[in-house]
């Protein structure tokens, strides 16, 4: 079943505290991206992948990192994660911009404490 | 500065009726469009798309039409049905960005 996978669903910690969140496509995609929702501001991207070793900021990148060193997997990284990065994230893939379909995970709810 | 604006946070409808909801964009770079939709607990999915080339596109009980001129676009769903009850998103793409950009999403409650 073609799918995105993220982990872990839900996940709280404090803040400071490093933490990934893995992504990881079965659809062979070569761009992937990351979206955080937050309440009245719909989904924003955060960074974003157009292939291995190829990564660029989104809208909102500030505080987060990621990495692509392999086409299937894209996992962010909250170095040190704080309260205001407590969000719903989401992961997605897609054949390519601007005319492919995203394919997104079933999300993550952080909560930072 | 929102590029995508969805003005309306919520809309109920009546079962068998007609739900129409509506998106504004500004940037008029975009040529291609799409609607997704989100249950809760689960990531968004996709509902249709539009190209620039084109009007309205359709599929089954969904009908998005664009009007370029006016840069908006709308989703039209016929007969509408308790399971549309969810958040639907629309979003936008531009050649050579490699971004899409989202609206902040319309509730849609479909009352049986």
């Known amino acids: 079943e073609a799918q995105v996978t993220q982990n872990p669903r839900y996940l709280i910690t404090v803040t400071g505290k490093k933490l990934t969140v893995t992504c990881s496509q079965n659809m062979n995609h070569e761009y992937m991206s990351w979206y955080r929702q937050d309440p009245g501001l719909g989904l924003r991207q955060i960074y974003y992948?157009?292939?291995?070793?190829?990564?660029d900021k989104g809208d909102v990148p500030e505080g987060y990192k990621v990495s692509r060193k392999e086409k299937r997997n894209f996992p962010l990284i909250l170095e040190s994660p704080s309260p205001n990065q407590t969000s719903l994230y989401f992961c997605?893939?897609?054949?390519?911009?601007?005319?492919?379909?995203?394919?997104f995970g079933s999300g993550t709810q952080l909560s930072v404490l | 500065d929102q590029q995508v604006k969805q003005n309306s946070p919520s809309l109920s409808v009546q079962e068998g009726r007609i739900s129409i909801l509506n998106c504004d964009y500004t940037n008029s770079m975009f040529d291609y469009f799409l609607w997704y939709k989100k249950y809760p607990a689960e990531g968004p999915t996709f509902l249709i798309s539009i190209s620039s080339i084109k009007d309205k596109n359709e599929d089954g009980r969904f009908t998005v039409f664009l009007n370029k001129s006016a840069k908006h676009l709308s989703l039209h769903i016929v007969p509408s049905q308790p399971g549309d009850s969810a958040v639907y998103f629309c979003?936008?793409?531009?050649?050579?960005?490699?971004?899409?950009?989202f609206g902040t999403g319309t509730r849609l409650k479909v009352l049986a």
């Open positions: 979003a936008a793409s531009a050649p050579g960005t490699y971004k899409y950009i």
């Open positions: 997605a893939s897609t054949t390519g911009p601007p005319y492919g379909k995203l394919f």
């Open positions: 992948s157009m292939n291995v070793e190829v990564t």
